[in-house]
């Protein structure tokens, strides 16, 4: 048996975050910028939690979106910070005649039926390169990656993630207006 050290924390000692690091770059493997759901607990949300709660949660967890489930917790939809901008907010209010704050995540959620969806074996021979040109040319910010052999969610990939690991900008226009977007 191995005999490990314990050391105690030095006032110069902070949490690092991937995007400290320049260990990647677009030729990197796509699959290295892929929240895998078999090593990450999933961000998630119920779908009965006011939006804009939500909203600040992801504020401050520093995130840009979380999967929606049921209350038995069956994966329903995709909240993103742009679904929960005021834009969004306002169009969706309006369209169902409800106040802003009786808005929930299911009312501002991407429904799993219209969130697309990437082969996890075809990621495997991938560039990050590839992956933003598929993600450009889709007008998708964020994808799903789908283990098509086993029925799984494996995982997500973000385009804010990309760009934070890159370290540039990393723009996709978006293929529907907000009012498509919102009855989708």
Not at 7 to 19: A, F, T
Not at 99 to 127: N, V
Request: one cysteine or more; proline letters at 4%.
């Amino acid at each position: 048996m191995k005999t490990l050290n314990v050391y105690r924390l030095d006032p110069v000692d902070h949490l690092v975050k991937p995007q400290e690091f320049s260990d990647v770059d677009e030729f990197s493997p796509a699959l290295s910028l892929m929240t895998d759901f078999r090593t990450h607990q999933p961000h998630i949300v119920s779908a009965n939690v006011p939006a804009l709660g939500v909203a600040r949660l992801m504020a401050m967890e520093g995130v840009d979106s979380k999967l929606v489930v049921d209350r038995d917790h069956e994966f329903i939809g995709l909240l993103t910070a742009d679904r929960l901008s005021e834009q969004y907010i306002l169009v969706t209010q309006t369209m169902q005649g409800v106040e802003r704050s009786e808005l929930t995540a299911a009312d501002m959620m991407l429904p799993r039926a219209a969130i697309p969806a990437l082969d996890y074996e075809a990621l495997k021979g991938a560039t990050i390169r590839d992956l933003v040109r598929t993600l450009r040319e889709a007008g998708e910010n964020h994808c799903l990656v789908l283990d098509r052999d086993e029925h799984h969610i494996r995982g997500l990939i973000s385009v804010q993630d990309i760009a934070e690991r890159l370290h540039r900008d990393v723009q996709v226009r978006p293929k529907t207006s907000i009012m498509n977007a919102v009855q989708a």
